[in-house]
């Protein structure tokens, strides 16, 4: 089952890291990165922009992907309202991670959960991993 994390960072720079980081995982197999999308608003723009990591076969916007498949095109509309002028945030869909090694690739690393597809025992769990508390949606 593909996992759907939505994390907002108190940076327009954190969802970078954050994606950084993903991507040195799934090269080394701790992680599959089915899809992730980053939406960073740098402090002087005038919007934020939208970057991809995987684009989806057929369709170049995030609401193709299959991130936006499965969050519905207005959900993911709703979670991106939540970035705000110099924030950033990830949507990520993953499978199969080596919790142990994702944890302590994070460990530090200062977020929000916004939304996940997890029940709430598995978003508790997560969260308590990364010593994070409470979600948003």
Partial sequence: MATLTAWKFASATGADEALETLRDLARRDMIDVRDAVLISWPEGSSKPTTDRLRPAAGGDNEEGSELGLALGAEYFRTLSANVTLGTSALFALTTEPRMHE???????????????N????????????????????
């Fill in 118 to 137: 997890l029940t709430p025992e598995q978003e508790e769990r997560l969260l308590g991993e990364f010593g994070l508390t409470g979600a948003t949606a």
């Fill in 102 to 116: 994702v944890n302590e690739a994070f460990r530090g690393t200062q977020a929000e959960l916004l939304a996940t």
